[in-house]
């Protein structure tokens, strides 16, 4: 995978995680709030998190001070 094609993947997983977090504040004002999807999308969240956190780490070289 080329920096650029992580850039692009970077971005989309940054919006399926805003996208999700909008899902979840949806959800949770709703009145019916199905604590189950809700779990189900804060996991998906934190999957999408880590999935962040790796690319960027791959992507911001290391500085040795």
């Known amino acids: 995978m080329t920096e ?4 692009k993947r970077l971005a989309a997983l940054m919006i399926e995680h ?3 977090d909008a899902a979840i ?4 004002t709703a ?3 199905d ?6 999308l ?3 969240k934190l999957r999408l ?11 911001t070289p290391d500085i040795i001070a």
């Open 4 to 7: 650029d094609e992580m850039r």
């Open 18 to 20: 805003r996208d999700l």
């Open 25 to 28: 504040d949806a959800l949770s």
């Open 31 to 33: 009145d019916s709030k």
């Open 35 to 40: 604590q189950l999807q809700i779990a189900r």
């Open 42 to 44: 804060k996991k998906r």
């Open 49 to 59: 998190k880590d999935q962040i956190s790796i690319i960027e780490d791959y992507l």
